[in-house]
């Protein structure tokens, strides 16, 4: 027994070697683990012997790393880039998606991959700005292409300042980022323009833009101001009424739905239109490409002037587009009004809307036929005649416009003007019957000699806006026309319709006329759209009649909001941009 004690069994021994260790032990134990692992973590991050099997997460983070670190405050042009880190944490370099009727606010509009092929360091607000200094030189407002108080260049200017604004600015003098990636919806019906997203939320195309990058990598003044003169050039030496509609997704140029001055007839899309591809089309020039009408730039080419449409509903449908895209490039809405106070614009002869920031004004005066609408006695009672002879009742009041547009032609097809009995007035005298077509070149030759007897060329630049196609099936306005099932464009220019005998007549007399006026010939480009009109979402509350037969009752001769009239407003902008130009270039030669 004794010996029993002395010695305790095996299986005691045993138990004592394999008892837990302390809770100190594991914590010890665990932290040595762990900065072990941190080591080796480390070491395979600067030392892989395969960098091409490296995680591209950890060869992200430390290329770039490297490579800012090796610019001091710039990135090398060549291929490089921000860390792809910062496009996780940085608001301003998310990707998004681009909603087709820029559904999505301004402030998700943010260039996407911009930090690709840049030289731009970043300030400590997030803003980009050319060798990360704070100092900022003075912003145009928003100006497509440059220019103090309505000029169309100057130098150190960026050409679209869109890309301007409270955050994320982009300077004059600097590198031109790399295009965003933009998700489209759709498929171009010959081809797509390039596009680029403004910090604003704007898409501008590239060509007719964005100057072009130097070797150097950053945007002189001199480059800019070639660049414009370049683009201008271009538009003067090409046929803008040529071309075909294509796809874009950047379009319209402003919500649909968010203009309240659109007039119910034109409001398709409150009216409860369905479709929204109409809105997605773009004119493209044969040979060249029109750039995206800037608000801001136009209305600083209209600062202390006057623009004034005056014609038939047609050149309201235009009035209205053009008031629609200037107000949306407005900051401060307030300040956008009609000078009566009025809301609706079918009823008056005349409406002027009012631009307090620019001193200008955008108007629309009345005149279906250009010519005075006139009243004769016949046997004790009134009988409506048409003066061809005598310009209508309110030339006086817009001969002094800095910004003429004109138009006259749906009226002239209505059954009283069309047949011409009894009806056309020259002097005292009313001829029994007369040709539409002559009388329609007598009018327009009353308007071309007071045009040229009262308007100051030198002051004023002077359009005519041509005939907008319709598109009635089974009838006309009156009698049951149809466009309802039209959903896509015509694509094959043989089923478009023979151009109108009255534009010939209109563009003799405007090749006779003293005055230059620029001939806006929208009539081939609008008979292509047989898609785009109201149709039966020409209003919202139906009479009773129209209820029982809405099918009768339709709209093919006014085009939706946004829609075809904004095209012509690019026109519009183009040809302006042309006449500056060519203003310019007289003053420097004198």
Request: include cysteine; aromatic fraction near 12%.
């Amino acid at each position: 027994m004794a010996d029993a004690t002395k010695h305790p069994p095996i299986i005691s021994d045993l138990k004592s070697l394999f008892t837990l260790p302390k809770k100190s032990t594991v914590v010890v134990f665990a932290y040595g683990f762990m900065f072990a692992f941190i080591l080796f973590t480390v070491f395979l991050a600067f030392n892989n012997p395969y960098p091409e099997s490296s995680s591209p997460w950890f060869s992200n983070i430390f290329n770039s790393i490297s490579s800012t670190s090796t610019t001091n405050t710039s990135v090398s042009t060549n291929g490089s880039q921000f860390s792809s880190v910062f496009s996780y944490f940085s608001p301003s370099s998310t990707p998004t998606n681009l909603d087709g009727s820029q559904n999505s606010s301004p402030e998700l509009h943010n260039f996407q991959n911009k930090t690709q092929n840049q030289d731009v360091g970043k300030d400590k607000v997030g803003n980009f700005s050319p060798n990360k200094t704070m100092t900022e030189s003075p912003k145009p407002q928003n100006q497509d292409l440059g220019g103090d108080k309505g000029g169309i260049f100057s130098p150190n200017k960026t050409q679209n300042q869109d890309l301007g604004g409270k955050d994320g600015d982009f300077k004059a003098n600097q590198t031109e980022s790399s295009a965003p990636k933009i998700v489209s919806g759709g498929q171009n019906f010959s081809g797509s323009g390039d596009k680029r997203i403004a910090e604003t939320g704007t898409v501008t195309d590239l060509n007719s833009s964005l100057p072009k990058k130097q070797e150097n990598g950053a945007i002189s003044g001199v480059s800019v101001k070639k660049e414009s003169e370049e683009l201008v050039e271009k538009l003067m030496n090409c046929d803008l009424f040529h071309g075909e509609w294509i796809r874009d997704d950047s379009y319209p140029l402003y919500k649909p739905g968010s203009c309240s001055l659109v007039d119910e007839q034109f409001n398709c899309f409150l009216n409860g239109r369905p479709d929204k591809g109409f809105q997605q089309l773009k004119w493209k020039p044969r040979d060249c490409t029109l750039p995206r009408l800037d608000g801001s730039h136009m209305l600083e080419l209209l600062r202390g002037k006057r623009l004034v449409f005056v014609g038939d509903s047609l050149n309201r449908n235009m009035w209205e587009s053009l008031i629609c895209i200037l107000k949306n490039s407005v900051k401060d809405q307030t300040k956008v009004y009609e000078a009566s106070g009025r809301h609706h614009f079918r009823s008056e002869a005349s409406y002027s809307f009012i631009f307090k920031d620019y001193n200008c004004t955008v108007e629309f005066f009345v005149s279906p036929f250009l010519v005075q609408e006139w009243e004769v006695q016949n046997n004790g009672s009134n009988k409506e005649t048409l003066r061809l002879d005598k310009i209508g009742t309110s030339a006086d009041k817009y001969k002094s416009a800095d910004v003429l547009i004109f138009n006259t032609g749906h009226w002239w097809t209505h059954p009283k003007t069309s047949q011409g009995r009894d009806y056309y007035q020259e002097g005292t005298h009313i001829y029994h019957e007369l040709n539409v077509i002559e009388a329609f070149r007598k009018a327009v030759t009353t308007w071309a000699r007071w045009v040229d007897a009262n308007v100051n060329p030198s002051k004023t630049m002077v359009f005519f806006r041509g005939y907008s196609a319709s598109h009635f099936k089974g009838g006309q306005w009156n009698s049951g026309g149809q466009c309802d099932h039209e959903t896509e464009p015509i694509k094959n220019e043989t089923f478009l319709a023979a151009y109108p005998p009255k534009m010939r007549v209109l563009e003799k007399v405007l090749k006779n006329m003293k005055t230059k006026v620029s001939f806006l010939n929208i009539t081939r480009l609008t008979d292509y759209r047989k898609d785009a009109h109201p149709s039966l979402y020409r209003k919202q509350k139906y009479s009773v009649e129209e209820k029982q037969t809405p099918l009768k009752f339709q709209d093919c001769s006014h085009w939706c909001l946004p829609g075809v009239p904004d095209a012509w407003n690019e026109l519009l902008y183009a040809e302006i941009l042309v006449k500056e130009y060519e203003k310019q270039q007289k003053e420097h030669k004198r």
